[in-house]
């Protein structure tokens, strides 16, 4: 789930608050640069790309 999202001075995406469990306690920080965001519905639920070392790291996987 997608909780929050920053944007740069202009406009693109900086960074953006995600959770595996819908819980914003449990979310964690990704930076844009090195996700791909494909459009969430409503209810925040959206498909993240991230390297698999990164999901590792920042124990979404």
Known sequence: MVHHATRNGD???KAIL???DG???NAVWLPAA???LNS???FG???I???ERM???KELI
């Open 18 to 20: 995600v959770s595996t």
């Open 34 to 36: 090195v996700v791909e």
């Open 40 to 42: 969430g519905d409503e």
């Open 45 to 47: 639920k959206a498909n």
């Open 11 to 13: 406009g693109s995406l």
């Open 55 to 57: 999901a590792i790291d």
């Open 23 to 25: 819980d914003r306690d």
């Open 49 to 51: 790309t991230l390297p």
